[in-house]
């Protein structure tokens, strides 16, 4: 594994263990040559799935965007970020393990909004207005009233 600091190719592994997810394993390196320590995460890699995007075209699927959908869902909530890695790590397990090579961005949203609802209502709400592309603030107290219930 390369240094992210001084880019040597030459770094041991300190420790190892299981994420808390148990998807990937946790590895704490320290360079040998300028001795900085840093972590990488392993994980299988799974056969690729194709986003079927509103559109009908198709990307690959990236648990990236996610994660980024969600960070910026909860900018200054009391989530870390580990928790909505553990958050991304369910979404991709639920859309592995019952869809097939496709799923459509809408399904996966509406997966990401079932798993914020129960996590934080206001990154729910916040999601959702980007998600559902909310344009009115009748359209808000409508998700609003619908949470509340």
Known sequence: MKC??????????????????????????????????????????NTP???IKKENTREPFDRNKILSGLIRACVKR???????????????????NFHANEISSKEIGDIVLKKLKSLDKVAYIRFASVYKQFDSVEQFTEELSELKD
Not at 19 to 36: D, L, Q, V, Y
Not at 86 to 95: G, K, P, Q, W
């Open 4 to 45: 992210p600091f001084c880019s040597v190719p030459d770094t041991k592994v300190i420790d190892t263990r299981l994420s808390e997810s148990e998807g990937s394993i946790r590895r704490r390196r320290e360079c040998e040559k300028c001795g900085k320590r840093f972590t990488t995460f392993e994980r299988i890699e």
């Open 49 to 51: 799935i194709a986003v």
């Open 78 to 96: 009391n989530l870390s970020t580990s928790i909505l890695e553990n958050l991304v790590d369910e979404i991709e397990s639920e859309i592995r």
